[in-house]
């Protein structure tokens, strides 16, 4: 089974404030690992994603992930966080039969 | 203009009603999916479908159904037998019917309430 957790659920940061939300995933396979971003409102849309290679990747708006095959994670990073990023974040993993397993969210609210 | 349509945006459903939420995509994707978002509780996945005429349950299919007669249009039934079925339904398709590699398309979404 595979599976996908996402431990910060709300997470409030002043404008220009780094930020790193976490994700772990279960799966004994190949990992093909996605973050998801819905601004309100919007549709659910790619942020980035891994899938081999540089385990660094960068993906639009200045984020970026790193995937870190010991540690089971693939964490989300912005240096400097914008109002605009308000939105819920969504990790997911690709895994057997094509499907995509997603974590909980986590709602980010940038403050002015 | 292409992408995933999904109508209508809001649907009320009474009890012991079936309702069916339509999903069209014009992007020629071979497999689409349908998700169900609650608060606190991410995605997850209802049915999908990676080629016309064939799908699979996903994790929680029960009190639903679905069918894919046409690569383009994969509706979802929420059925009677669905006791908490308020949600927001999500419909994705990806170019890719087997294997890694395909970047989930998602449509708008409907919101489903029940009367």
């Known amino acids: 089974a595979q599976s996908v957790s996402q431990h910060n659920h709300h997470v409030i940061l002043s404008e220009a404030a780094s930020l790193e939300l976490g994700c772990n995933y279960s799966?004994?396979?190949?990992?093909?690992l996605f973050w998801y971003v819905q601004y309100p409102g919007q549709h659910l849309q790619l942020l980035l994603k891994y899938f081999s290679g540089d385990p660094l990747v960068k993906g639009i708006k200045g984020f970026e992930a790193e995937f870190i095959k010991s540690k089971f994670s693939f964490n989300l990073r912005k240096p400097s966080v914008q109002w605009s990023d308000t939105a819920e974040y969504f990790c997911?993993?690709?895994?057997?039969?094509?499907?995509?397993?997603f974590g909980t969210g986590t709602q980010l609210k940038v403050e002015l | 203009d292409g992408g995933i349509t999904q109508s209508p945006k809001y649907l009320f459903r009474k009890e012991g009603q079936n309702v069916t939420l339509s999903c069209e995509q014009n992007?020629?994707?071979?497999?689409m999916y349908w998700y169900r978002q609650d608060p606190g509780q991410g995605l997850r996945l209802i049915y999908y479908s990676q080629i016309v005429n064939d799908f699979q349950k996903g994790d929680i299919a029960e009190g639903y159904s679905v069918s894919r007669e046409k690569k383009e249009s994969f509706p979802l039934t929420v059925t009677s037998a669905q006791k908490n079925p308020t949600a927001f339904y999500l419909c994705a398709s990806n170019p890719t019917g087997t294997g890694p590699g395909g970047t989930q398309y998602f449509g708008p979404g409907t919101r489903l309430l029940v009367l």
């Open positions: 799966y004994g396979g190949t990992v093909n």
């Open positions: 997911a993993l690709l895994g057997g039969g094509n499907k995509l397993t």
């Open positions: 992007l020629n994707h071979d497999a």
